[in-house]
Nanobody, 113 residues
């Protein structure tokens, strides 16, 4: 069974940084397009960032220039480096494999003002 496990969330002050990780089992990240999504409190889930099997990255406008998605093929793990965090970045962050039903359980990120 495919498993995606996120980690690295927490409470941080505005302007701070966090790095989220998503470790995968029974699926090879480097062969797939993998995404980060988030669900802010009381809102729908929204796209954050994506990295294709070829290493092409795409970002939501709201995080462009502040967040960086990357992948460590040897560890089969995906990362989201989040810098210059804002209170509006507060959300549960999820990793997923595009065009699949595979989602992680989510990790909470809270940014205080």
């Amino acid at each position: 069974q495919v498993q995606l496990v996120e980690s690295g969330g927490g409470l941080v002050q505005a302007g701070g940084s966090l790095r989220l990780s998503c470790a995968a089992s029974r699926i090879i990240f480097s062969l797939n397009t993998v995404d980060w999504y988030r669900r802010p409190p009381g809102k729908q889930r929204e796209f954050v960032a994506e990295i294709t099997s070829g290493g092409i990255t795409t970002y939501a406008d709201s995080v462009k220039g502040r967040f960086t998605i990357s992948r460590d093929n040897a560890k089969n793990t995906m990362y989201l480096q989040m810098n210059s965090l804002k209170p509006e970045d507060t959300a549960v962050y999820y990793c997923t494999v595009r065009f699949s039903t595979y989602w992680g359980q989510g990790t909470q990120v809270t940014v205080s003002s």
